[in-house]
């Protein structure tokens, strides 16, 4: 469990106390559903991390988009509904060698315009996978109802694979960016769970078959 979850729990089910102090207990009943509600979606379940040559999967969610990069790499975007846990975590192990925060609008995180015009936090890793160097990128994007995205880490910090590294409150999207010596392993219209499912593999010329 997050702790915001709890916070936010607290304070509704205040609120409905109070409301039923002052009135009568039915009039309280939607602030202790939405108790119920952020206990449910601030949940944290500990993931199985796969070993390998592979990139993992940095969010729960419905890939909505695998497009091709110029650089000849691959953009995995994931759509995270409000359903979905939205712990976010490091694709690959390694250092934290950026972060980068921008101001943007807030759309329907699934459309493809929310890829470059939301509010998006950029994090560059750059790591190994399988005993090779290799950099993946991965933006935490915010949606429609996301209005504040939380990451835990800061330039130079390790992670591994899996690691958490911070989260989007509610509906948002995070793309993946990865290069050419990836092979992509998802396609569009597949759920992936966040740091237990390959979302690429380094290609068999980059040394992994």
Same mark, same amino acid.
């Given at each position: 469990?997050?702790?915001?979850?709890?916070?936010?729990?607290?304070?509704?089910?205040?609120?409905?106390?109070?409301?039923?102090?002052?009135?009568?207990?039915?009039?309280?009943?939607?602030?202790?559903?939405?108790?119920?509600?952020?206990?449910?979606?601030?949940?944290?379940?500990?993931?199985?991390?796969?070993?390998?040559?592979?990139?993992?999967?940095?969010?729960?969610?419905? #890939? !909505?988009?695998?497009?091709?990069?110029?650089?000849?790499?691959? =953009? &995995?975007?994931?759509?995270?509904?409000?359903? %979905? @846990?939205?712990?976010?975590?490091?694709?690959?192990?390694?250092?934290?060698?950026?972060?980068?925060?921008?101001?943007?609008?807030?759309?329907?995180?699934?459309?493809?315009?929310?890829?470059?015009?939301?509010?998006?936090?950029?994090?560059?890793?750059?790591?190994?996978?399988?005993?090779?160097?290799?950099? #993946? !990128?991965?933006?935490?994007?915010?949606?429609?109802?996301?209005? =504040? &995205?939380?990451?835990?880490?800061?330039?130079? %910090? @390790?992670?591994?694979?899996?690691?958490?590294?911070?989260?989007?409150?509610?509906?948002?999207?995070?793309?993946?960016?990865?290069?050419?010596?990836?092979?992509?392993?998802?396609?569009?219209?597949?759920?992936?769970?966040?740091?237990?499912?390959?979302?690429?593999?380094?290609?068999?010329?980059?040394?992994?078959?």
């Amino acid at each position: 469990m997050v702790s915001y979850g709890i916070y936010y729990a607290i304070a509704l089910i205040a609120a409905g106390t109070l409301v039923t102090y002052l009135t009568s207990w039915p009039f309280a009943v939607p602030f202790y559903i939405l108790a119920a509600f952020c206990l449910y979606f601030f949940r944290d379940p500990e993931r199985s991390i796969p070993a390998g040559a592979v990139a993992v999967s940095p969010a729960d969610g419905k #890939v !909505v988009a695998v497009k091709p990069l110029e650089s000849g790499g691959s =953009r &995995i975007s994931i759509f995270l509904n409000v359903f %979905d @846990v939205h712990v976010n975590r490091a694709p690959i192990s390694g250092k934290v060698s950026s972060i980068d925060y921008h101001k943007g609008r807030f759309l329907v995180a699934s459309r493809e315009a929310a890829s470059h015009s939301n509010e998006q936090n950029t994090v560059t890793i750059d790591g190994e996978a399988g005993g090779r160097s290799t950099r #993946v !990128v991965f933006k935490q994007i915010a949606g429609l109802i996301a209005r =504040r &995205i939380v990451c835990y880490k800061k330039p130079g %910090d @390790v992670v591994s694979a899996g690691e958490r590294v911070g989260l989007i409150k509610f509906g948002s999207r995070v793309d993946v960016f990865l290069g050419p010596e990836w092979s992509v392993a998802v396609q569009a219209g597949e759920h992936v769970a966040g740091g237990s499912s390959i979302v690429a593999r380094l290609s068999p010329e980059c040394g992994d078959a």
